[in-house]
T-cell receptor, first 110, second 113 residues
Framework: QKEVEQNSGPLSVPEGAIASLNCTYSDRGSQSFFWYRQYSGKSPELIMFIYSNGDKEDGRFTAQLNKASQYVSLLIRDSQPSDSATYLCAVGDSNYQLIWGAGTKLIIKP | KAGVTQTPRYLIKTRGQQVTLSCSPISGHRSVSWYQQTPGQGLQFLFEYFSETQRNKGNFPGRFSGRQFSNSRSEMNVSTLELGDSALYLC????????????FGPGTRLTVT
């Protein structure tokens, strides 16, 4: 069974520090990887996607992919209280379907 | 470009009733996926429609069904509601050539009493 694993947290990070969120996946054939942010009571919002090994940067966000280790991470630099949310990792399978992790709750402490 | 819209936003039903939820995807998007989200279970995939055909289906009972119209709008139906069906129902759309990049609507909050 295809699985995506995330630490449920909460992960507590001081304001201004780097928040590091991690995700592992079981399907070695996966090619597409996504990070969604979900605020309490709201729907998930796509914030990053990565298809190739290495790093992809977008503003304060960096997605990192290591296919050999089946590991994808999201770094948030200069963390702000507004970054406090649940971050969902999703991996695309061969059937056009996203396999979802359970999410990591991130708390940024002022 | 307008985002994904879902109606209604909130719904209260009693056990045994049925309910129909609606989703209008982003203009030009032909794939619509439905999810159920509860605090204990996270995001659970219900089904996906592409060009009016169900392309994928999750592990939900037959009480949950859906359809997609020629304009890509989609509906999902839950018959014989149970208390455990209380959840946030989310619809997400994606374009034909980037099917994995899903964009979510605001959701419909269903409460079954």
């Amino acid at each position: 069974q295809k699985e995506v694993e995330q630490n449920s947290g909460p992960l507590s990070v001081p304001e201004g520090a780097i928040a590091s969120l991690n995700c592992t996946y079981s399907d070695r054939g996966s090619q597409s990887f996504f990070w969604y942010r979900q605020y309490s009571g709201k729907s998930p919002e796509l914030i990053m996607f990565i298809y190739s090994n290495g790093d992809k940067e977008d503003g304060r966000f960096t997605a990192q992919l290591n296919k050999a280790s089946q590991y994808v991470s999201l770094l948030i630099r200069d963390s702000q209280p507004s970054d406090s949310a649940t971050y969902l990792c999703a991996v695309g399978d061969s059937n056009y379907q996203l396999i979802w992790g359970a999410g990591t709750k991130l708390i940024i402490k002022p | 470009k307008a985002g994904v819209t879902q109606t209604p936003r909130y719904l209260i039903k009693t056990r045994g009733q049925q309910v129909t939820l609606s989703c209008s995807p982003i203009s030009g998007h032909r794939s619509v996926s439905w999810y159920q989200q509860t605090p204990g279970q996270g995001l659970q995939f219900l089904f996906e429609y592409f060009s009016e055909t169900q392309r994928n289906k999750g592990n939900f009972p037959g009480r949950f069904s859906g359809r997609q119209f020629s304009n890509s709008r989609s509906e999902m139906n839950v018959s014989t509601l149970e208390l455990g069906d209380s959840a946030l129902y989310l619809c997400a759309s994606s374009s034909a050539d980037r099917s994995y990049e899903q964009y979510f609507g605001p959701g419909t909050r269903l409460t079954v009493t």
